[in-house]
Each structure stands twice: as structure tokens, then as C-alpha cells.
């Protein structure tokens, strides 16, 4: 049975004005049971620079962006997290927020600048299952929603 990753590499949130490549952090999963490890993958930031997460019950946590301005890395939801949790990744000036929900069904979340955020559920699927978008501060921006097969 061919399973679909949908969107994460894939769902490209394009601003109206946005520079060659959007500032994005991506979060899966963005829901499920407190004292899950999520990751966090971020691109089109600064090079070079440190990223601080930081979130409310957990540890500060620094990584630096690559080259390209991409980073990645994993954190622990606090095992006595409730309701939504904001995760906060910082480089400089440029704050993008995720938000994780303790206690939904798998979800994947991409948080762009302004509060942009775009969320859909399930986190995988396989070829014909129905996949939820939703997002916020999305009004007047284009979005665009594609997939790509992963064996």
C-alpha cells in the first residue's frame, strides 16, 4: 500500500510578497499525548544563525540554521502540558509560533510570519483517504497544497 506524507515538504505557503523561499517552521506532530517528542524543521531563515525554542514548562533549546537558513531538531512536549501549547522558534527579529494540541489526533502544522499558520490532519494517509486543511491568517495570501508519493 503506497502512504502519502502530506504536505510537510510539500505544502508550500507562498506570501503574496514572500522572498524566494517563505520563512516556515514545520511541527509534526502538532498533536497528541503530553510527553510526545516532536520535530521542528525550519527553512528559509537566516544563515548561520541560532534558532532559540523556547515553550512554557520545557527547556530553552538552541540549534543554528545551516547554510540555507534550514534547521531541525526535536523537543519533548512536558509531560504535564495541557490543551494547546505554543512552541516559539526565534532567529534575531523573525518569531514563528506552532502550536502543539495535547490530547487531538496526529496533525502536521506549518507557522509562517504575520501568525500564519496552516494545519492538516491526518498526519499520514494512505492513496484516497481525505485530508483536512485548515489555517489561520491565510486571508489574501496564496496557498498551495501539493503531494508527493513516498513509498
Do not use: Y
Not at 512536558?78 to 506552532?98: D, E
Amino acid at each position: 500500500m503506497r502512504r502519502l506524507t502530506p504536505l510537510i515538504a510539500l505544502l508550500f505557503v507562498l506570501l503574496a510578497c514572500a522572498p524566494a523561499q517563505a520563512r516556515t517552521v514545520s511541527l509534526q506532530p502538532a498533536a497528541g499525548a503530553a510527553g510526545s517528542v516532536v520535530a521542528l524543521r525550519g527553512e528559509g531563515l537566516p544563515a548561520r544563525r541560532s534558532v532559540v525554542i523556547s515553550f512554557r514548562g520545557g527547556p530553552t533549546r538552541r540549534v543554528r540554521t545551516d547554510a540555507g537558513g534550514a534547521f531541525a531538531t526535536t523537543v519533548r512536549i512536558p509531560a504535564r502540558a495541557r490543551g494547546a501549547l505554543k512552541i516559539a522558534s526565534r532567529v534575531g527579529s523573525v518569531r514563528l509560533v506552532n502550536r502543539f494540541r495535547v490530547g487531538g489526533a496526529p496533525a502536521g502544522e506549518v507557522a509562517g510570519p504575520r501568525a500564519l499558520r496552516v494545519r492538516w490532519t491526518p498526519l499520514q494517509a494512505t492513496v484516497g483517504t481525505p485530508v483536512h486543511v485548515s489555517g489561520t491568517g491565510v486571508r489574501g495570501r496564496k496557498v498551495t497544497i501539493a503531494r508527493r508519493a513516498r513509498s
